[in-house]
Every structure is written in structure tokens, then in C-alpha cells.
């Protein structure tokens, strides 16, 4: 995964996750955008926040918190460890 990238993760049970890397390290969200049913794996990176491909709604990739109108509710982020065999393993969303 190239940085400044993100990706689509869909685990066999669960809402589908996206998957970041920025230059420091890996991170994870929900997919889905908090305000619509946009998918964030879709959207741009800019800096450390995802852009909403809907509405150009923000968020900050390593928080979820919302950082710009229309998002105001914080996407659930999930822990990403990277493994010495170069495998991402994601803690499994509830
Ligand atoms: S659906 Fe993401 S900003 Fe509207």
C-alpha cells in the first residue's frame, strides 16, 4: 500500500472498514461516511483527513473525528498492527 492511500476492507462479518496508510503508520475507520452512504475508501486523502466523495465532508484519518460541514458525528476508528511478515491485521469491528 502506497502512502498516502487508502483501501477498502470488507472482513467476512462486520461493516466494511478503510484502511489507511499515511507516512507514520497505518490506520483504520468504518467506510461509511457518518453523514450519508458514501464510501470513504472512494474519497482522497489530504494530509492526515479523508474527504468525503459525496459532500467533501473531512475527517481526521487518525481520530475520525469530524473536521469539516456536512460531518458532524466521528467515525468509529479501528487499531491496524503491522506484523513483521509485512500482514496488516485489523481488530475485528463489533
Ligand atoms: S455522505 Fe459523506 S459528506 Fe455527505
Redesign the pocket.
Known amino acids: 500500500m502506497a502512502v498516502n492511500s487508502v483501501r477498502q476492507f470488507v472482513p467476512p462479518t462486520g461493516p466494511t472498514v478503510a484502511v489507511y496508510r499515511l507516512a507514520d503508520g497505518y490506520f483504520a475507520t468504518d467506510d461509511r461516511?457518518t453523514?450519508?452512504?458514501?464510501e470513504l475508501s472512494e474519497g482522497d486523502i489530504e494530509g492526515d483527513e479523508i474527504v468525503?466523495p459525496?459532500?467533501?465532508?473531512k475527517f481526521a484519518i487518525r481520530t475520525g473525528e469530524p473536521t469539516a460541514a456536512?460531518?458532524f458525528a466521528a467515525l468509529r476508528c479501528h487499531r491496524v498492527t503491522l506484523a513483521e511478515d509485512g500482514n496488516l491485521y485489523l481488530d475485528w469491528p463489533e
Request: net charge negative.
Open positions: 461516511c453523514h450519508g452512504e458514501a468525503c459525496f459532500h467533501l465532508g456536512p460531518c
